[in-house]
């Protein structure tokens, strides 16, 4: 019999992905036909490489209003600065100055409107529209091809993401999150990966999922080895700094299907059921939660024995 008190660790299963903001879905801004894609899957990128060139009627009607501000802008500042010579001799009226400048401003906001749409379609004649990459990285999908209509809001036309910019995601259960913090220390173990590797947490979701009832924890790998991709999965073992009661799993017993119990000693040969809340088992031992008071000593060889109908060990 006995109860063993010490750090406790969570467990929980995990998986490569991007780092937050080291992928890119890149769409386009107007509706138009794919002219030509310039890279494939696999390929680096540098931010600001053209990914794909789109035919689109809107950009060649953004670029020619961005032309036409920019000559009404040029004219309403001929203006005012006509008004202003004509005021400083001594000829001008002033209604007719005050009409100068309300005309100036409103030119100035619809240029700035115009410049700021033909921005988003970038350098470029007519109707194309060169598509380039928001981020520096790899290519690591293309959903289009030469020919194919687009349209803004549609499936991303290529993803782009940076495969040196990795984290690991551990889906924690809700019951383990309040022991896991920012900084704590994790050993990880991937299955591409040929030895166990230290990381730490970085981020902890605030959001529980309704049915798996876990939340996200980023973790930062120390060292991440070469070749580590997306997608790879493992387990996460998070350390923690709280301490609690913990029990050889053999010592828990399951009821019912859903019942957990331990049998406290209560005397000479004698021994009380009792019913507690536990955690995932790590290693071989269990945390007990709740049910089990210091100095409580728990049958841990044996315990089946005791109760006839449990139906399996923890």
Known sequence: MGVATGSVDVAAPAHVTFRDGARSRVGVPFSGRVVSVNVKTGDPVRAGDPLLTVAAPDAAAARTAREAARAALEEAQTAVEREDRMKDAGVGIERERLEAVAHLTT????SDQAEATARVIGEGRGLDLVVRAPISGMVIDVKTSTGASVEPGGDPLVEIGDPNAL????????????FVGPGSKAIIELDAASAPL???????GA???????????????????AGLRPGTFGRARIATTVSGTTLPSEAV????????IVYVAAG?????RRVVSVGRPVEGRVRVLSGLAPGDQVVVEGALLLDGSAEQLL
């Open 167 to 178: 984290w690991v995601v551990a889906d924690v259960a809700d019951h383990d999150l309040p």
């Open 268 to 272: 000479d040969d004698l021994f009380e």
């Open 107 to 110: 030119c100035r906001a619809e």
């Open 198 to 204: 230290t990381a730490r947490v970085v981020a902890v």
């Open 207 to 225: 959001v529980v999922s309704d049915a798996l009832r876990t939340a996200p924890v980023r973790l930062a790998l120390d060292a991440p080895p």
């Open 253 to 260: 017993l399951i009821k019912g299907g859903k019942e957990t």
